[in-house]
């Protein structure tokens, strides 16, 4: 598993940079075949009144973006809750992948590229140097995302597992971008072009 560590307002230390590398391998050791990278930031807050010590975690296994944060007054303990709730993220992704599997029974190879994204596109946007772009102006900041084409079902899936209130994404039957949403009340929204 390939993985970055990046600070800020702190300096990665031997210790923190081993403690981090421990936590995250063993908090992925049953899932070693899904896991391709990590990407970790760990951040202290300015603010010396706010004791607050941040990890959050991005974990990229077969086409899927997993991502965990966790705040507390203690960076390793911090590191500690990060490292827990990705491993409960990824038992749940490993649980959907082999129940949506018996429930479809045999699926053909474009769907299984669907569910699992294109490594083709992710490689294609590497070689165009286009997935680490540099941010135009300090006010915006820009991502790119390879968007292999999905049910909602799957877009619902990506969402709880990145952690986010919302998931953009491309419609598997007509190529049209949507995006799906937790609402307040419970319950997912989606929101759609419109026809003009």
Do not use: C, W
Request: glycine share 6%.
């Amino acid at each position: 598993m390939k993985l970055l560590i990046h600070g800020r307002n702190l300096k990665i230390t031997q210790a923190i940079s081993d403690y981090t590398r421990d936590k995250l391998i063993r908090a992925v050791a049953k899932f070693e075949g899904l896991v391709s990278e990590a990407e970790v930031h760990l951040s202290v807050a300015k603010n010396p009144s706010v004791q607050q010590q941040t990890a959050e975690v991005t974990i990229f296994a077969n086409g899927a973006v997993i991502r965990a944060e966790e705040r507390s007054e203690n960076l390793y303990a911090s590191i500690d809750l990060v490292s827990s709730k990705l491993s409960r993220q990824l038992r749940r992704y490993k649980e959907r992948i082999k129940d949506h599997h018996r429930a479809e029974g045999n699926r053909s190879d474009g769907d299984s590229a669907a569910l699992n994204g294109s490594s083709e596109a992710i490689d294609r946007l590497n070689a165009q140097g286009q997935s680490r772009p540099a941010l135009p102006t300090p006010a915006i900041r820009r991502k790119y995302f390879a968007m292999p084409p999905m049910t909602l079902e799957q877009a619902i899936t990506q969402l709880e597992l990145v952690d986010h209130d919302f998931y953009v994404f491309r419609d598997q039957e007509d190529r049209q971008i949507r995006v799906v949403y937790r609402r307040n009340h419970g319950g997912y929204g989606v929101i759609e072009p419109r026809g003009s």
